[in-house]
């Protein structure tokens, strides 16, 4: 079974500083990973898709099947990022979820 | 392109009244995947339909809860009875093949 972990609930960061939002994920096959976003009581929006390999708002992930990772990385933080943020693995239809991290971005 | 839809925005009702969301996913889409998220389970999917057939419903939670898929343009998602452990917001996803999934608006739904 699939399984993916998000250990920070709350992540405060200050504009213009770098974030990293950590994702580990288990699986037995070949993973195809994403992150969602959902801003303020809106809609789940994706945001990457690790297959695609291109920077979205200025975010990237890459997968590193050594470490079952795929980190989400911003270098200078805005506050339009604050949001809720999730991981996602793909095994055949089924999305499974991390349990996702706020992110605040402060003045 | 409206995305997905979902009705209602917001409902509220008291326990054991029946409960029906409704979505209305992308056209030209063939999957429809029912969500609901809480902050102690966070996002789990209930069910999934193929081509309107139900394909995995291993996440609907009991038998209170049925979906049905009538139509490529058209599902539910119905409670009866309703209970107040039920309140949640409850999201319409859909896609086609291998492309990923769009998500709605989300219906928050509260139990009295």
């Known amino acids: 079974a699939q399984r993916v972990t998000q250990p920070e609930k709350l992540l405060s960061v200050f504009k213009g500083a770098p974030v990293e939002l950590k994702c580990n994920y288990s699986?037995?096959?070949?993973?195809?990973l994403f992150w969602y976003v959902q801003y303020s009581r809106q809609r789940l929006q994706l945001l990457l898709r690790?297959?695609s390999r291109e920077s979205i708002k200025g975010f990237t992930a890459d997968l590193n099947k050594g470490e079952t990772s795929f980190h989400l990385k911003k270098p200078f933080a805005q506050e339009e990022d604050s949001a809720m943020y999730y991981c996602?693995?793909?095994?055949?239809?089924?999305?499974?979820f991390g349990a996702g991290t706020t992110v605040t971005v402060r003045a | 392109d409206a995305g997905v839809i979902q009705s209602p925005r917001h409902e509220v009702t008291e326990m054991g009244q029946e409960v029906t969301l409704r979505c209305k996913p992308i056209?030209?889409?063939?999957?429809l995947f029912w969500y609901r998220q809480t902050m102690m389970r966070g996002l789990e999917l209930l069910i999934y339909?193929?081509?309107?057939?139900?394909?995995?419903d291993s996440g609907m939670p009991e038998d209170r809860f049925s979906a049905k898929m009538p139509n490529a343009s058209f599902s539910t998602l119905k409670i009866q009875p309703s209970e107040p452990r039920d309140s949640a917001v409850y999201f319409c996803?859909?896609?086609?093949?291998?492309?990923?999934?769009?998500f709605g608006d989300g219906t928050r739904l509260s139990i009295l």
């Open positions: 996803a859909s896609s086609y093949g291998n492309q990923p999934q769009h």
């Open positions: 690790h297959i």
């Open positions: 056209s030209g889409h063939n999957s």
């Open positions: 699986y037995s096959g070949s993973p195809e």
């Open positions: 339909f193929n081509n309107n057939v139900p394909i995995d």
């Open positions: 996602a693995l793909k095994a055949d239809y089924k999305l499974s």
